[in-house]
Nanobody, 119 residues
Framework: QVQLVESGGGLVQAGRSLRLTCAAS????????MGWYRQAPGKQRDLVAR???????NYADSVKGRFTISRDNAKNIVYLQMNSLKPEDTAVYSC?????????????WGQGTQVTVSS
């Protein structure tokens, strides 16, 4: 079982930066790929960035060059550094952990944190 708790959201002006943090409980953190997803009002939830257990990353085209995902396996934390924020980045950002563990697929979600970017 993994519990995920996000923090770091808030209200920020366009062009500024925020860093989101996802703290994971449990000793199996390193087995999972970690992702940040976002959902704006009236829209589907989309992948923003993902980092594999081995450290490989991929990003949505809309955030490439502006956002950076990283993980600290010693602290069980995954970060999302968001620079040059735009109003269209406004959404609830949720942390996700997924992977094959003990022979079955596991997936966990945090409760989400609101990011609001004003123009």
């Amino acid at each position: 079982q993994v519990q995920l708790v996000e923090s770091g959201g808030g209200l920020v002006q366009a062009g500024r930066s925020l860093r989101l943090t996802c703290a994971a409980s449990g000793s199996t953190f390193t087995f999972y790929a970690m992702g940040w997803y976002r959902q704006a009002p009236g829209k589907q939830r989309d992948l923003v960035a993902r980092i594999s257990s081995g450290g490989s990353t991929n990003y949505a085209d809309s955030v490439k060059g502006r956002f950076t995902i990283s993980r600290d396996n010693a602290k069980n934390i995954v970060y999302l550094q968001m620079n040059s924020l735009k109003p269209e980045d406004t959404a609830v950002y949720s942390c996700n952990a997924e992977g094959l563990y003990s022979g079955s697929w596991k997936e966990y979600w945090g409760q989400g944190t609101q990011v609001t970017v004003s123009s």
